[in-house]
């Protein structure tokens, strides 16, 4: 089991998410929590492709934080 940082945008009329361990692995959905189904699934396949090429899974590495700053 491993746990990929994925980072989730609202847009205008959309949200989208995507894996910076992924390159290429991203997800749009109408809601927060279908983005979020979205790329659990995107991540499954992406890695799925990765493994039946013969090309190395990229271990995850990158963290997100949220960091407080008055506006």
């Known amino acids: 089991m491993s746990e990929y940082t994925v980072i989730i945008e609202q847009g205008d009329t959309s949200w989208g998410a995507w894996v910076p361990d992924l390159?290429?692995?991203?997800?749009?959905?109408?809601?927060?929590?279908?983005?979020e189904q979205l790329i659990r699934e995107a991540i499954d396949e992406h890695v799925e492709s990765l493994r039946?090429?013969?090309?190395?899974?990229?271990?995850?590495a990158s963290a997100a934080t949220a960091v407080e700053v008055p506006v």
């Open 23 to 35: 390159p290429g692995c991203v997800a749009v959905g109408e809601s927060r929590e279908e983005v």
């Open 52 to 60: 039946e090429s013969g090309e190395p899974v990229p271990e995850p």
